[in-house]
């Protein structure tokens, strides 16, 4: 499975835009991106997925350059809310189990 | 996830005790797993299954069994619990459905055990 690399915490303000960048330098051809969120005392939540380019929901976005060896969450305007740890993990399609690395911990701040 | 159950939430034991964990899930998902995470770490596997009849290792299952009793549920028993097993357990389910190449995972609210 490839390696990701992700900044250890990040701080911001509530209206900011937030990136969180993410490095995975040896991604395999079938490997998907993907991003969990998890807040203190919960189980990681899905944010976000996905292979090639630019991906938006309602929660974030996430871009990925053509090399394929970083991607970029976004978070719109922040909140207090958005406090919590966020998991960049890379994993093939399909069956597949997914390595969760120590994440990001984002604190926004009033 | 409500769709995703952990009994119990808390338990404190004692060194050497054998302790179970339950995990039940309403989704209807085939595959389920159980993590382990520690204070300023991420989520090691320690277990999963793809389906009632499958049993993977992961990372780190020295020192704990699982049983899939039924499609929804999978359980994580410490033999002999020691306090470096003092940790927050998860448990999630996925599936792969039909015109998806990949999974997402659904975890539980965890149980978080004590060993003294």
């Known amino acids: 499975l490839a390696k990701t690399t992700q900044p250890i915490s990040m701080d911001s303000y509530e209206g900011q835009e937030v990136n969180i960048t993410c490095s995975h330098n040896?991604?395999?051809?079938?490997?998907?991106i993907t991003w969990y969120q998890q807040f203190p005392s919960q189980g990681p939540r899905f944010i976000i997925q996905?292979?090639?380019t630019k991906v938006t929901n309602e929660v974030a976005s996430l871009f990925i350059p053509a090399d394929r060896k970083s991607s970029t969450l976004s978070l719109p305007r922040v909140s207090l809310s958005d406090t919590a740890v966020y998991y960049c993990?890379?994993?093939?399609?399909?069956?597949?189990?997914?390595?969760f690395g120590k994440g990001t911990m984002l604190l926004v701040s009033p | 996830d409500a769709d995703v159950t952990q009994t119990p939430r808390n338990r404190i034991t004692k060194t050497g005790k054998r302790i179970m964990l339950e995990c039940s899930q309403t989704?209807?998902?085939?595959?389920m797993y159980w993590y382990r995470q520690d204070p300023g770490l991420g989520l090691r596997l320690i277990y999963y299954?793809?389906?009632?009849?499958?049993?993977n290792k992961g990372e780190i299952s020295d020192g704990y069994s699982v049983s899939r009793q039924a499609q929804a549920k999978f359980s994580l028993s410490l033999e002999s619990a020691i306090p470096n097993q003092t940790a927050l357990y998860f448990c999630?389910?996925?599936?792969?459905?039909?015109?998806?190449?990949?999974?997402?995972?659904?975890f539980g609210p965890g149980t978080r055990l004590t060993v003294l």
């Open positions: 299954s793809f389906d009632v009849k499958d049993i």
């Open positions: 999630a389910t996925s599936d792969l459905l039909p015109g998806e190449d990949t999974d997402t995972q659904y």
């Open positions: 993990l890379v994993g093939p399609s399909g069956y597949s189990t997914l390595t």
């Open positions: 040896n991604i395999a051809t079938n490997d998907y």
């Open positions: 989704k209807g998902h085939d595959r």
């Open positions: 996905g292979y090639k």
